[in-house]
């Protein structure tokens, strides 16, 4: 009766287990919209790869970070990691064991779509560390019922912009009363975040670095970037066009200002629109490019980052997991890219079907401006960043009596900094 | 000793309400912001009865921060009871053995280990314990998670103190009968150890249900995530809403909040016990 | 060999309670301890190579780890003096003749938050906090009083917190001061009443000295206590604003997530280090007093 009884469950579980049963799993920043991009790729990698199913887990990107470091560095790693291209850096300086994606590229027969540009962002130390899968633009945008009950226009310039943002906080458009609407949303707790946002103003203003330059020269006291250095601290200092706590935000308290509908004017990234023009601030915005700073320089949306698959070389089915970083850049999952997050990187997807705001992102009409990526070419660029933040929250914390004096004196620290770290790291 | 003035008695009690609903407040504002718009907060930050209520935040958070809300308050419910039973079982037959052989140099050596282990700061295990989770290939399950949260120094004082109190003739009395130490242990302690073990149940219960940080150290997917451990997921994602975070606060305070007002003479007394004698 | 099975059997019963102890007190410290003299690099492999004190030399090299140091003791210190002060003039006040009806209101009304999930509270006051619409300043501006900073600017961003902390761990030291007052010996007290002493005199002279016992368990636990000062700092600020809450543990817990496992490693056992001399310390103390 019990040999019976244990031969029938021996059997009952080996009917169960599938031919092949296996999972790869995905680790990402996206919360539960990627976490359904993925899901939705991983469904159409399945029907030519039965038995296979992909598991994306969204981690917070801090939990991320940890994550992803401690699960390479002790060989317990998932099958892909997916996040921006300067988070993948980190992991790779930290871990050394993300693997090139080079022969993985290669083997995709029609790659040409992906610019010079795009590749050279995804290598890092000689390795292709990401298959590039979304290229990331970021936008400016202003609450359009606000610009209609103050009367204003989509701003032009950056003195438009900053007059715009006084009209806002003066005029209470939402009713809530005065003080508890804000000119801008900004973010400012961590490096990456503050100096985002210098990115931001600084490219979209025509510039072509925002602290260095490829050969390591520190660049922020030339005149025109210490204008813009100067008006973006002074946005989240004197002028009193941010939320008192900006000091603490990082994006999620960023976009809890934004789709509170607390600010005005504030970054629009691709992979917004899609969410904001059906829920939070239900399609009660403009887009259009950062606002101009100099009449001899071209304003622009930017090109902030590339997001892209890395797969650790310790994965635990690695041949799998390549397959599946090259089914990343096929038409089916970019198409799902572009409806879902926002964006992609082919140029042939369909474009019906988008909204008129997405299709402003996926067809640009707009001028472009890509940022630099320092960090593919500098291994010490996060260290200087790092520096460079801790040197900006001070003056945010308590501004500087004379800007000028501050700028000048913060690029003779990055400067001694700079030699520092190339001395260092030979 | 005659009575004191009226004036005197009013001032306690003024100053004594004031504290008591400043320290009640937060929990107003939880509730009521769970029910409110930002909007309304915005108009109204004091305000604690919500204009139009609505339970939208609710169903924000029925999938969050990577898993269910079901799933989160069951694992909370399943990880909570299971490493209490287990922290009550262990201790309390470690605590038996180490008070009745003080003397024995390992239980010497076990007590100093023990305190001491309690004592390192416990966030600061991350790795070592990530490490050793991965180890003993108990990472990413609930058997790791159960295990790590049955140990604590409060349980463990509390049964010492208890078992330290005994009467020795009773022990002394089963053993002239001939009673094995098991036997002692589960037909004469055991019964007499009622109260005590049910305060130490309830403790274990509610600080285990608040713990976050080894939850999310050794689970390898949110699908072993406790309420804590979801609430600080939510805090972080991609434009994650305010509501629904007072929702989710407000989902992780109320049963041990219900627990306590319920238990809350064994608990408070439980809690000095351990401390003031131990 | 019956004396020996009955020995034996405490042994079965402390095994279990060893075992947990061994492999998740124990052991992750040990290896703890041994990372902290190893090359964060190579740390995690198998063959870890060893460096010596490097990493301590690093840290104590490290002007935020020594900046992170100072602030986590002092900290600790304003930490224990406000939640012990305030909870001693509690507990003598809900002692007091003064209260008779509604005590246990009192007591439940400060004991709830230590009971309550902390990450669920410091969510809470994070907004309570807030500068636009959170209540803290919302309250102040009724009263005609100036804003107050909070979690925004680093002059006030520690003390918001240590409002916070209060509010989450006051309740128990309350609760062990009132369990100390439950057993004195009142007939001191009255004894000096007729000796003709005022209220002040027999609180410094009577009651305060028969207070010791209470006084040193709130001071250990409060003492460790804020030294690992974490949730809240993950919670509510995240070391910042410009560093203003960067306290030791999380400092160090920062350098683990960004793979500085060595420096991280050695931050803790400085930590520990600390912590147990305070224990330590108590511990000589509390031997000497019963002596």
């Given at each position: 009766?019990?040999?019976?009884?244990?031969?029938?469950?021996?059997?009952?579980?080996?009917?169960?287990?599938?031919?092949?049963?296996?999972?790869?799993?995905?680790?990402?920043?996206?919360?539960?919209?990627?976490?359904?991009?993925?899901?939705?790729?991983?469904?159409?990698?399945?029907?030519?790869?039965?038995?296979?199913?992909?598991?994306?887990?969204?981690?917070?990107?801090?939990?991320?970070?940890?994550?992803?470091?401690?699960?390479?560095?002790?060989?317990?790693?998932?099958?892909?990691?997916?996040?921006?291209?300067?988070?993948?850096?980190?992991?790779?300086?930290?871990?050394?064991?993300?693997?090139?994606?080079?022969?993985?590229?290669?083997?995709?027969?029609?790659?040409?779509?992906?610019?010079?540009?795009?590749?050279?962002?995804?290598?890092?130390?000689?390795?292709?560390?990401?298959?590039?899968?979304?290229?990331?633009?970021?936008?400016?945008?202003?609450?359009?019922?606000?610009?209609?009950?103050?009367?204003?226009?989509?701003?032009?310039?950056?003195?438009?912009?900053?007059?715009?943002?006084?009209?806002?906080?003066?005029?209470?458009?939402?009713?809530?009363?005065?003080?508890?609407?804000?000119?801008?949303?900004?973010?400012?707790?961590?490096?990456?975040?503050?100096?985002?946002?210098?990115?931001?103003?600084?490219?979209?203003?025509?510039?072509?670095?925002?602290?260095?330059?490829?050969?390591?020269?520190?660049?922020?006291?030339?005149?025109?970037?210490?204008?813009?250095?100067?008006?973006?601290?002074?946005?989240?200092?004197?002028?009193?066009?941010?939320?008192?706590?900006?000091?603490?935000?990082?994006?999620?308290?960023?976009?809890?200002?934004?789709?509170?509908?607390?600010?005005?004017?504030?970054?629009?990234?691709?992979?917004?629109?899609?969410?904001?023009?059906?829920?939070?601030?239900?399609?009660?915005?403009?887009?259009?490019?950062?606002?101009?700073?100099?009449?001899?320089?071209?304003?622009?949306?930017?090109?902030?980052?590339?997001?892209?698959?890395?797969?650790?070389?310790?994965?635990?089915?690695?041949?799998?997991?390549?397959?599946?970083?090259?089914?990343?850049?096929?038409?089916?999952?970019?198409?799902?890219?572009?409806?879902?997050?926002?964006?992609?990187?082919?140029?042939?997807?369909?474009?019906?079907?988008?909204?008129?705001?997405?299709?402003?992102?996926?067809?640009?009409?707009?001028?472009?401006?890509?940022?630099?990526?320092?960090?593919?070419?500098?291994?010490?660029?996060?260290?200087?960043?790092?520096?460079?933040?801790?040197?900006?929250?001070?003056?945010?914390?308590?501004?500087?009596?004379?800007?000028?004096?501050?700028?000048?004196?913060?690029?003779?620290?990055?400067?001694?900094?700079?030699?520092?770290?190339?001395?260092?790291?030979? | 000793?005659?009575?004191?003035?009226?004036?005197?008695?009013?001032?306690?009690?003024?100053?004594?309400?004031?504290?008591?609903?400043?320290?009640?407040?937060?929990?107003?504002?939880?509730?009521?912001?769970?029910?409110?718009?930002?909007?309304?907060?915005?108009?109204?930050?004091?305000?604690?009865?919500?204009?139009?209520?609505?339970?939208?935040?609710?169903?924000?958070?029925?999938?969050?921060?990577?898993?269910?809300?079901?799933r989160a308050i069951l694992n909370s419910l399943a990880i909570t009871g299971a490493s209490t039973l287990l922290a009550v079982?262990?201790?309390?037959?470690?605590?038996?053995?180490?008070?009745?052989?003080?003397?024995?140099?390992?239980?010497?050596?076990?007590?100093?280990?023990?305190?001491?282990?309690?004592?390192?700061?416990?966030?600061?295990?991350?790795?070592?314990?990530?490490?050793?989770?991965?180890?003993?290939?108990?990472?990413?399950?609930y058997?790791?998670i159960i295990l790590f949260l049955s140990?604590g120094?409060?349980q463990?004082?509390?049964?010492?103190?208890?078992?330290?109190?005994?009467?020795?003739?009773?022990?002394?009395?089963?053993?002239?009968?001939?009673?094995?130490?098991?036997?002692?242990?589960?037909?004469?302690?055991?019964?007499?150890?009622?109260?005590?073990?049910?305060?130490v149940a309830t403790i274990t219960f509610l600080l285990n249900w608040a713990q976050w940080?080894p939850v999310?150290?050794?689970?390898?997917?949110?699908?072993t995530y406790t309420l804590p451990v979801a609430?600080?997921?939510?805090?972080?994602?991609?434009?994650?809403?305010?509501?629904?975070?007072?929702?989710?606060?407000?989902v992780t305070t109320v049963p041990p909040a219900l627990v306590f007002?319920?238990?809350?003479?064994?608990?408070?007394?439980?809690?000095?016990?351990?401390?003031?004698?131990? | 060999?019956?004396?020996?099975?009955?020995?034996?059997?405490?042994?079965?019963?402390?095994?279990?309670?060893?075992?947990?102890?061994?492999?998740?007190?124990?052991?992750?410290?040990?290896?703890?301890?041994?990372?902290?003299?190893?090359?964060?690099?190579?740390?995690?492999?198998?063959?870890?190579?060893?460096?010596?004190?490097?990493?301590?030399?690093?840290?104590?090299?490290?002007?935020?780890?020594?900046?992170?140091?100072?602030?986590?003791?002092?900290?600790?210190?304003?930490?224990?003096?406000?939640?012990?002060?305030?909870?001693?003039?509690?507990?003598?006040?809900?002692?007091?003749?003064?209260?008779?009806?509604?005590?246990?209101?009192?007591?439940?009304?400060?004991?709830?938050?230590?009971v309550?999930p902390?990450v669920a509270?410091?969510?809470?006051?994070?907004?309570?906090?807030?500068?636009?619409?959170?209540?803290?300043?919302?309250?102040?501006?009724?009263?005609?009083?100036?804003?107050?900073?909070?979690?925004?600017?680093?002059?006030?961003?520690?003390?918001?917190?240590?409002?916070?902390?209060?509010?989450?761990?006051?309740?128990?030291?309350?609760?062990?001061?009132?369990?100390?007052?439950?057993?004195?010996?009142?007939?001191?007290?009255?004894?000096?009443?007729?000796?003709?002493?005022?209220?002040?005199?027999?609180?410094?002279?009577?009651?305060?000295?028969?207070?010791?016992?209470?006084?040193?368990?709130?001071?250990?636990?409060?003492?460790?206590?804020?030294?690992?000062?974490?949730?809240?700092?993950?919670?509510?600020?995240?070391?910042?604003?410009?560093?203003?809450?960067?306290?030791?543990?999380?400092?160090?817990?920062?350098?683990?997530?960004?793979?500085?496992?060595?420096?991280?490693?050695?931050?803790?056992?400085?930590?520990?280090?600390?912590?147990?001399?305070?224990?330590?310390?108590?511990?000589?103390?509390?031997?000497?007093?019963?002596?």
């Open positions: 009766m019990f040999k019976r009884l244990f031969g029938a469950a021996i059997a009952a579980t080996l009917l169960a287990a599938p031919v092949q049963a296996q999972q790869l799993a995905i680790w990402h920043d996206l919360g539960d919209n990627g976490t359904k991009w993925l899901n939705e790729v991983g469904a159409e990698f399945a029907k030519d790869h039965p038995g296979v199913s992909i598991r994306p887990i969204s981690y917070p990107t801090d939990q991320w970070f940890g994550r992803a470091i401690g699960a390479l560095n002790t060989n317990t790693a998932p099958d892909l990691l997916f996040n921006n291209y300067e988070r993948v850096i980190r992991v790779a300086t930290q871990t050394g064991k993300i693997s090139d994606m080079r022969p993985v590229l290669a083997a995709i027969p029609d790659h040409g779509f992906l610019t010079e540009d795009d590749l050279r962002v995804a290598t890092f130390d000689g390795k292709m560390i990401i298959l590039p899968v979304q290229r990331v633009q970021m936008a400016f945008g202003v609450r359009k019922s606000w610009l209609e009950k103050t009367g204003g226009q989509f701003p032009q310039t950056w003195d438009d912009a900053r007059r715009l943002a006084e009209a806002f906080q003066a005029g209470d458009p939402e009713g809530t009363g005065k003080g508890t609407v804000f000119g801008f949303a900004l973010e400012a707790a961590k490096p990456r975040d503050l100096v985002h946002m210098l990115d931001l103003f600084t490219f979209g203003a025509g510039l072509r670095h925002t602290l260095v330059d490829p050969d390591g020269n520190v660049v922020i006291d030339e005149p025109q970037h210490a204008r813009v250095l100067a008006e973006v601290l002074k946005t989240y200092g004197a002028y009193k066009l941010v939320p008192p706590d900006t000091i603490n935000y990082s994006f999620n308290e960023m976009y809890q200002v934004i789709e509170g509908g607390r600010t005005g004017m504030f970054r629009v990234g691709d992979w917004n629109v899609a969410k904001w023009d059906s829920q939070a601030i239900k399609g009660d915005f403009l887009v259009g490019p950062w606002p101009r700073f100099f009449p001899d320089k071209q304003n622009a949306v930017v090109i902030g980052g590339m997001r892209g698959v890395a797969v650790p070389v310790n994965a635990p089915n690695k041949p799998l997991a390549d397959a599946f970083a090259a089914f990343l850049l096929g038409k089916p999952a970019q198409q799902a890219s572009l409806r879902i997050m926002g964006s992609a990187v082919r140029p042939d997807l369909d474009m019906a079907g988008l909204s008129e705001r997405q299709r402003m992102f996926a067809q640009p009409k707009w001028a472009l401006i890509a940022y630099d990526f320092p960090e593919s070419t500098l291994p010490w660029y996060p260290e200087l960043e790092a520096a460079f933040h801790r040197k900006l929250l001070t003056a945010i914390a308590t501004p500087p009596a004379d800007m000028d004096a501050f700028i000048k004196e913060t690029a003779a620290e990055m400067r001694a900094l700079v030699k520092q770290l190339q001395a260092r790291k030979g | 000793m005659r009575r004191a003035p009226a004036w005197a008695r009013g001032l306690a009690y003024a100053a004594a309400t004031l504290v008591s609903l400043l320290f009640l407040y937060p929990y107003a504002w939880m509730l009521s912001s769970a029910f409110r718009s930002t909007r309304d907060i915005l108009a109204a930050p004091l305000a604690l009865w919500p204009a139009n209520a609505g339970t939208d935040a609710f169903a924000s958070i029925r999938e969050a921060g990577g898993v269910s809300l079901a079982a262990v201790t309390a037959l470690g605590a038996y053995a180490l008070t009745r052989r003080p003397h024995a140099p390992a239980f010497r050596l076990l007590r100093a280990g023990f305190l001491l282990s309690m004592m390192y700061p416990y966030m600061l295990l991350v790795i070592p314990v990530y490490l050793v989770m991965f180890k003993l290939g108990l990472l990413g399950g058997t790791g140990l120094p409060v463990f004082f509390l049964f010492e103190q208890f078992f330290r109190t005994l009467p020795l003739e009773v022990i002394e009395a089963a053993t002239v009968d001939g009673a094995g130490e098991a036997q002692i242990l589960f037909r004469v302690i055991l019964p007499m150890a009622a109260p005590v073990v049910a305060t940080f999310l150290v050794i689970s390898a997917t949110p699908d609430l600080l997921a939510l805090n972080g994602e991609l434009g994650t809403n305010f509501q629904g975070i007072m929702a989710m606060a407000l007002l319920a238990a809350q003479r064994h608990v408070m007394g439980g809690l000095t016990e351990g401390a003031v004698k131990g | 060999m019956p004396a020996m099975r009955r020995e034996g059997v405490f042994y079965l019963f402390a095994l279990p309670f060893a075992a947990l102890t061994i492999l998740f007190g124990l052991w992750p410290i040990l290896l703890s301890i041994q990372v902290s003299f190893t090359d964060s690099a190579t740390a995690l492999q198998p063959a870890p190579a060893w460096v010596g004190l490097a990493n301590y030399r690093a840290i104590f090299a490290d002007p935020v780890f020594l900046a992170a140091l100072v602030r986590t003791l002092a900290y600790t210190v304003l930490a224990v003096a406000a939640n012990l002060s305030f909870a001693l003039a509690f507990a003598l006040l809900l002692d007091s003749a003064l209260i008779g009806r509604g005590r246990l209101f009192f007591k439940l009304a400060v004991f709830l938050p230590v309550t902390d509270g410091y969510v809470v006051w994070r907004w309570l906090y807030d500068q636009s619409f959170g209540a803290v300043n919302a309250a102040l501006r009724l009263l005609g009083l100036p804003a107050f900073g909070g979690l925004a600017s680093p002059r006030t961003a520690m003390l918001a917190l240590l409002i916070a902390e209060l509010w989450h761990h006051a309740g128990f030291y309350v609760l062990i001061f009132l369990a100390n007052l439950a057993i004195l010996d009142r007939a001191q007290a009255e004894a000096a009443q007729i000796d003709g002493a005022t209220a002040l005199q027999r609180f410094r002279h009577v009651t305060l000295p028969q207070l010791r016992p209470a006084m040193a368990v709130n001071l250990v636990y409060a003492v460790i206590q804020f030294l690992k000062t974490f949730t809240a700092v993950v919670v509510m600020t995240k070391g910042g604003p410009a560093d203003a809450t960067n306290f030791v543990s999380f400092y160090a817990y920062q350098q683990f997530d960004s793979a500085q496992y060595g420096q991280a490693t050695a931050m803790a056992t400085v930590l520990f280090a600390i912590v147990l001399l305070v224990a330590l310390t108590a511990y000589r103390g509390a031997e000497r007093g019963r002596a």
